[in-house]
């Protein structure tokens, strides 16, 4: 089984609809976090997380929100989709011991149409 | 605000070819830099990651160079084969914890 999970792997939604991505880890790391990846760019940013109390803007967090449900488990939250929001999303891991290192899930494919 | 670049955006080769990918960046007070490959529909897959304090890192037939006083760094694939066709993100880690990404180069090795 992957480490790093992401669900769904990919939504077809309407603009102004609610969105939840969920990412689960079993590397039993501390920090999370979500990233965006458009196409012909680099990923960005969005949320992270240093433990479940510990919640962090990223470079793109507007129009986003994030929820650390437990150590294991960091969701993004698209409260009312836009277009500009279609994206690869990308959940990632680290362990505090190894930050320089991070894991990467598959992906989700949005599409708002 | 550190900007990474990478160049080419795409590149094609025959297979058997030697190839080097470019990633710059504009802040030299990096703590590291990762190379990763993106295979379509999967997630990023760490290829290797070069320490400030260090020159040079080698996995196999990939070699990787850092020069941080220049804010360069380099990626050599060394007789490519048509499985290293990819997408190679560079990234530099500014020691919080947070990765700055590359656009990537698009790899086609054509048999």
């Known amino acids: 089984d992957a480490d790093v999970t992401q669900t769904p792997r990919n939504r077809i939604t309407k603009t102004g609809k609610r969105i939840m991505l969920e990412c689960s880890q079993t590397?039993?790391?501390?920090?999370m976090y979500w990233y965006r990846q458009d196409p012909g760019l680099g990923l960005r940013l969005i949320y992270y997380s240093f433990d479940v109390k510990d919640i962090n803007k990223g470079e793109i967090s507007d129009g986003y929100s994030v929820s650390r449900q437990a150590q294991a488990k960091f969701s993004l939250s698209l409260e009312s989709a836009i277009p500009n929001q279609t994206a690869l999303y990308f959940c990632?891991?680290?362990?505090?011991?190894?930050?320089?290192?991070?894991?990467f899930g598959p992906g989700t494919r949005l599409t708002v149409l | 605000k550190q900007e990474v670049t990478q160049i080419p955006a795409a590149l094609s080769v025959p297979e058997g070819e030697n190839l080097v990918l470019n990633c710059s960046f504009t802040?030299?007070?990096?703590?590291?830099l990762q190379w990763f490959r993106q295979d379509p529909g999967k997630g990023l897959t760490s290829l290797l990651l070069?320490?400030?304090?260090?020159r040079e890192q080698t996995s196999g037939r990939l070699n990787a160079s850092l020069d941080k006083s220049s804010g360069r760094s380099t990626l050599y694939i060394a007789a490519s084969q048509p499985g290293d066709s990819a997408t190679y993100l560079c990234?530099?880690?500014?020691?919080?914890?947070?990765?700055?990404f590359g656009k990537g180069t698009m790899l086609l090795v054509s048999p």
């Open positions: 802040d030299s007070a990096i703590y590291n």
């Open positions: 990234a530099t880690h500014s020691g919080y914890s947070t990765l700055t």
């Open positions: 070069i320490q400030s304090s260090q």
């Open positions: 590397k039993g790391h501390d920090r």
């Open positions: 990632a891991t680290s362990d505090e011991r190894r930050v320089d290192t991070q894991y």
